[in-house]
């Protein structure tokens, strides 16, 4: 008996975990999290472990507490979805009130562990939950432009990490703002692409056309060289303190170009595959550049 009430605790332990890093998007909140690590290490000039760890549970809470009032707030849009269907709470394992409570208790330790940093980490946490939350959230369903409003909560991460380590903010974590700012296109646009349909049946307006057609592909081409040319910038010396040697800008560059043919394939066959692999190569591009940034400036 003992064994079999043992077996079960642990199954809801493990359900319970479950359901919390998927209202909180676990994966999604560690790439951020790893953006804004990136950011601290280019912008400190002494590496303090105590900052990191602050920095990295505040941002885990800012954006865990994102990820559960965006599903609050569209609980009935995502029963409609195959994707989403099965979160917690479409599919009634976490209630309204319950999740709400988590966003909550989410938000004033990431705004606190923040804070400790200095007040304007803390502040752009804050910035970016009341953009993602009460903007974006909300227009996904009124207009594509949704998607340049949900780019900019998005692109503070990577900023944030400067942020956390200077406690200032300047034309060097407005670089890294732009960066991933421009980098969201592409990324949310192939990805809008692959579940246009579903996202259509829960009423969401995710692509600038509205339409997986040549339009939308071209746009992607046009933000991809965008963010190409931003992310060598520093190399130029125009970016103050976060400088960029040229062997690292002709590897960014060179990755820059693979994301691109990608998006030139998506532009010439317009179909799922091509979207799925453009994708996944801005997923390897993002997080590729942060390290290359990073190790840039420590050898």
Not at 99 to 118: C, E, K, Q, R
Not at 166 to 177: A, K, R
Not at 231 to 246: D, K, N, W, Y
């Amino acid at each position: 008996m003992k064994t079999a009430a043992g077996t079960i605790k642990q199954a809801t332990w493990s359900m319970t975990m479950s359901d919390f890093k998927e209202l909180t998007k676990v994966r999604l909140a560690v790439s951020v999290v790893f953006s804004s690590i990136a950011g601290y290490f280019l912008g400190a000039y002494q590496v303090d472990f105590v900052s990191i760890l602050l920095l990295a549970f505040g941002g885990y809470c800012m954006v865990g507490a994102s990820n559960a009032y965006n599903q609050i707030i569209e609980k009935d849009l995502d029963a409609l979805m195959q994707r989403t269907k099965n979160r917690p709470l479409p599919a009634g394992r976490v209630t309204r009130k319950n999740a709400l409570l988590i966003a909550i208790v989410l938000t004033i330790l990431g705004v606190v562990s923040l804070y400790f940093l200095n007040p304007k980490t803390a502040l752009f946490g804050a910035i970016s939950i009341f953009l993602y939350t009460s903007l974006y959230t909300p227009l996904k369903t009124k207009t594509p432009l949704s998607v340049f409003v949900g780019a900019i909560p998005g692109a503070i991460p990577f900023m944030l990490g400067w942020v956390a380590a200077t406690n200032d903010f300047g034309i060097e974590p407005g670089t890294l703002f732009m960066i991933q700012f421009f980098w969201q296109f592409p990324h949310f646009w192939a990805l809008g692409w692959m579940l246009d349909e579903d996202y259509k049946n829960g009423g969401f307006k995710m692509l600038p056309t509205g339409k997986k057609d040549t339009g939308t592909a071209l746009q992607i081409i046009l933000y991809t060289i965008w963010m190409i040319v931003i992310s060598i910038m520093p190399a130029f010396g125009f970016t103050g303190r976060l400088e960029l040697s040229v062997i690292a800008a002709i590897i960014i560059f060179l990755m820059g170009v693979a994301m691109l043919i990608f998006a030139f394939k998506l532009y010439e066959k317009r179909d799922n595959i091509s979207a799925r692999k453009l994708m996944l190569a801005s997923v390897s591009y993002i997080t590729l550049m942060q390290i290359v940034f990073v190790i840039d400036k420590f050898i």
